[in-house]
Antibody, heavy 126, light 107 residues
Framework: EVQLVESGGDLAQPGRSLRLSCTASGFTFGDYAVNWVRQAPGKGLEWVGFIRSKTFYEITEYAASVLGRFTITRDDSKSIAYLQMDSLKTEDTAMYFC?????????????????WGQGTLVTVSS | DIQMTQSPSTLSASVGDRVTITCRASQNINIWLAWYQQKPGRAPKSLIFMASNLESGVPSRFSGSGSGTDFTLTISSLQPDDSATYYCQQYSTNSATFGQGTKVEIK
C-alpha cells in the first residue's frame, strides 16, 4: 500500500526555520517526483514546489512565494523527502502535504499528485 | 504564473443529478490538468490526470474533458459521498497552480 507520512510541523516564530519530512513506503520512492502543497486555514490548495527523481537530476522547482526561502531535498536510501523552510513568515501558516508525482505522466515541467500524505501543521506566530 | 479559474464556486444538487464543474486556464496548458477531491479535514484525493484519465479506483461516474484552456469535470450521477470541494490543477509549466475550488453540496 502506498503511504506518505509528513512530520515536523510545529509552532515557529517569524524568521525562524523548520524542516518537514515526508516518509514514503509501499513503492519505489526513487522512481517518483515529490510535490509539496500547502493549505492555509480555511483556504484553497497552494503548490509549494517539487523535486524530480534522480533520473531527472533531482531538479527542483518552487512557487514564487517561497523561492529563496524553502528548499526541497530527498534521500532515496531512506525514502524520505524534506522541505527546509527558512525565514518563515506568518503567511506560511498552513497544513503542508507531500504527494507523489508519477514521472511517466508528468508534463516535463511539473507533475500532478497521485497519492497524498495526511499533512503536518505549521504555525508561524510570535 | 498561469491562473486557473473554476466555476461555480459552490453548487447544490440532488442525488442522481448530473453535475459539471468548469476550469479555465489563463493560457494554453494542452492536456496538463488534474482534478482533486477534498473532504473537510482530509488530504486531497486525485480523480483525473492529463485532463481525461481516471485514476485507479475512482468511480466511473467521474469524468474529465477538455484541452487548451477550457476543461470540465463531470459527475454523471451525484452520490452522497461526493459532497466535497473539488480543485483543478495545471502542471504544464514549472510552477503548477490550483483553481480556487468548487464546493459541491447535496440538497
Amino acid at each position: 500500500e502506498v503511504q506518505l507520512v509528513e512530520s515536523g510541523g510545529d509552532l515557529a516564530q517569524p524568521g525562524r526555520s523548520l524542516r518537514l519530512s515526508c516518509t514514503a513506503s509501499g513503492f519505489t520512492f526513487g522512481d517518483y517526483a515529490v510535490n509539496w502543497v500547502r493549505q492555509a486555514p480555511g483556504k484553497g490548495l497552494e503548490w509549494v514546489g517539487f523535486i524530480r527523481s534522480k533520473t531527472f537530476y533531482e531538479i527542483t522547482e518552487y512557487a514564487a512565494s517561497v523561492l529563496g526561502r524553502f528548499t526541497i531535498t530527498r534521500d532515496d536510501s531512506k525514502s524520505i523527502a524534506y522541505l527546509q523552510m527558512d525565514s518563515l513568515k506568518t503567511e506560511d501558516t498552513a497544513m503542508y502535504f507531500c504527494s507523489r508525482g508519477p514521472h511517466r505522466f508528468c508534463s516535463g515541467y511539473s507533475c500532478h499528485s497521485d497519492y497524498w500524505g495526511q499533512g503536518t501543521l505549521v504555525t508561524v506566530s510570535s | 504564473d498561469i491562473q486557473m479559474t473554476q466555476s461555480p464556486s459552490t453548487l447544490s444538487a440532488s442525488v442522481g443529478d448530473r453535475v459539471t464543474i468548469t476550469c479555465r486556464a489563463s493560457q494554453n496548458i494542452n492536456i496538463w490538468l488534474a482534478w482533486y477531491q477534498q473532504k473537510p479535514g482530509r488530504a486531497p484525493k486525485s480523480l483525473i490526470f492529463m485532463a481525461s484519465n481516471l485514476e485507479s479506483g475512482v468511480p466511473s461516474r467521474f469524468s474529465g474533458s477538455g484541452s487548451g484552456t477550457d476543461f470540465t469535470l463531470t459527475i454523471s450521477s451525484l452520490q452522497p459521498d461526493d459532497s466535497a470541494t473539488y480543485y483543478c490543477q495545471q502542471y504544464s509549466t514549472n510552477s503548477a497552480t490550483f483553481g480556487q475550488g468548487t464546493k459541491v453540496e447535496i440538497k
